[in-house]
């Protein structure tokens, strides 16, 4: 008779290495593995608590953990979702959708085209409405205090996914509230009616989309593609050229060329984490060479925007066509500015009146909060003291029965009492921005400025782009060498 002992003892010996490898390695790290595409958000081991045990948050915490530290869920978990994926043709992500021929689309790609995202931002269609006309308005007149100083500002809408593609997007089953107010419909007509600059790449892509032979989304990219960014740049550099009088050095393309894809051509099917595509794509991408111009000039353009910017951002850095780029993204972080981290550490002031260009560059879904908190702080950032906002918060709180009608709202709406505070002060100064700003209804802006501005205006009067352009580039580096002295001193110096 056949010897089983081996093979029983070698089923044993496999089935404990099965449960304490992933142990081990929970513990330990033993294998450095490659962290899951998406966001993470780490769930740490809870307290033990007599409280905590008592009412089973202890162990429903701990189950969290393990689940979230297992060892190996690196490999165990596209593991499972390419066998859901193959068999079932599920998925665990419910952020993502799968419309005709296998397109992916957001839900916010959904919610825009079937209903507008009015009501992620507002209760009805009035209110949504008139957050955007005020809005606009806010930044016509951004545009027009920052003329005064020689910067030009525009904004960019960049292309949408849901609109090029709509006849590709999942049946409706989601969203029935009434028809909202699109945000890409509503900005270009009112910024054309105000005289806002704005270049909008939406309707331009919906007008090339049947006559270009390249793709303008991949399947499974929520971005417009790398080549089309590409592409896209030269308009975008020819529209600032146009709008500002600079001569900005131009450029020609390159061959298009097949490459390993990068994260942002894939990110939404990234976020299945799949061990195999789901489709098998050629991904293009294309280098830029720049024109030799010896009347060209490198002005400082300064972005405020979202991820659609990184893929133009790319091929416009490498060929060194400005001086610097940087760009705060979504307002808070801060990229391609050595040193620099947050855009709450920057002098906003500095920033705009040193560069030459500044751009908002948002995409549909995120046009519904076009000002982000960057128009109004700017304005303020040029009519208040700096610590108007201080003081004002100081004095609330010194305000027995203010203070205490702050801590009510604070825990109405869950938020820190320093939070509350912010928001109630914000809501203040906005009041005095439409008192100094003049009516909305007729667009006029303030003359009052912040003291350390008080005559330097007058340095960029009767100036022509290039003259303004120069004396800008000769602050900016005598703003290097004397970080500390005013902006009139260094302004005169730069005039000499």
């Known amino acids: 008779m056949k010897n089983t002992r081996p093979y029983y003892i070698t089923l044993v010996v496999t089935l404990i290495v099965l449960i304490t490898l992933p142990a081990i390695q929970q513990m330990t790290g033993l294998f450095k593995l490659p962290p899951l595409k998406g966001f993470n958000n780490p769930v740490e081991m809870p307290e033990l608590t007599f409280e905590n045990y008592k009412s089973g948050n202890f162990q429903s915490g701990v189950n969290d953990y393990l689940k979230d530290n297992l060892g190996f869920r690196e490999w165990l978990i596209p593991l499972y979702n390419q066998y859901a994926w193959d068999l079932y043709r599920k998925t665990e992500n419910n952020g993502v959708f799968f419309g005709k021929d296998n397109w992916l689309f957001f839900w916010e790609h959904m919610q825009d085209q079937y209903e507008s995202l009015t009501y992620k931002y507002a209760n009805t269609p009035e209110e949504m409405a008139a957050t955007f006309e005020k809005d606009a308005k806010s930044l016509y007149m951004l545009q027009e205090v920052l003329k005064s100083y020689g910067t030009t500002l525009f904004v960019c809408i960049s292309p949408s996914k849901n609109e090029l593609y709509s006849d590709l997007l999942p049946e409706n089953k989601n969203f029935y509230k009434p028809e909202g107010v699109h ?66 050095q131009n450029f020609t393309f390159q061959e298009p060329y097949t490459k390993k894809p990068k994260n942002i051509d894939r990110d939404m099917e990234n976020l299945y984490n799949l061990i195999f595509p789901i489709e098998k794509v050629d991904y293009y991408y294309v280098s830029i060479d720049p024109v030799a111009d010896s009347t060209a000039i490198k002005p400082k353009w300064l972005t405020i925007g979202d991820s659609f910017y990184w893929n133009i951002a790319e091929e416009i850095r490498e060929a060194g066509l400005f001086e610097a780029t940087p760009f705060w993204y979504y307002n808070k972080e801060v990229y391609f500015d050595p040193g620099r981290l947050y855009t709450d550490e920057l002098n906003i002031v500095d920033e705009l009146i040193s560069a030459d260009i500044v751009m908002l560059y948002w995409c549909p879904i995120n046009l519904y909060a076009l000002e982000h908190g960057f128009v109004n702080n700017a304005l303020l950032s040029f009519c208040y003291d700096p610590n108007y906002r201080r003081n004002l918060i100081e004095y609330m709180k010194n305000d027995e029965e203010w203070y205490n009608s702050i801590v009510e709202k604070a825990n109405d709406r869950g938020v820190s009492i320093d939070e509350m505070l912010k928001i109630d002060a914000d809501y203040m100064i906005n009041q005095r921005i439409e008192e100094d700003f003049g009516n909305f209804d007729d667009t006029t802006f303030p003359s009052v400025r912040i003291e350390a501005l008080s005559g330097v205006d007058e340095f960029f009067k009767d100036k022509s782009a290039t003259e303004i352009f120069a004396l800008k580039q000769k602050y900016r580096q005598l703003k290097k060498e004397n970080p500390d002295a005013d902006w009139r001193t260094l302004f005169e110096e730069a005039a000499q």
Request: aromatic share 16%.
């Open 183 to 248: 945000a890409d419909v509503f900005y270009p007509k009112r910024f054309k009616e105000l005289g806002v600059n704005f270049l909008d790449l939406n309707a331009l892509y919906k007008i090339m989309i049947d006559s270009v032979d390249y793709p303008l989304f991949y399947k499974a990219g929520s971005h417009y593609t790398h080549l089309a960014a590409t592409y896209t740049a030269d308009t975008l550099v020819k529209y600032m050229e146009a709008i500002s009088g600079l001569n900005i």
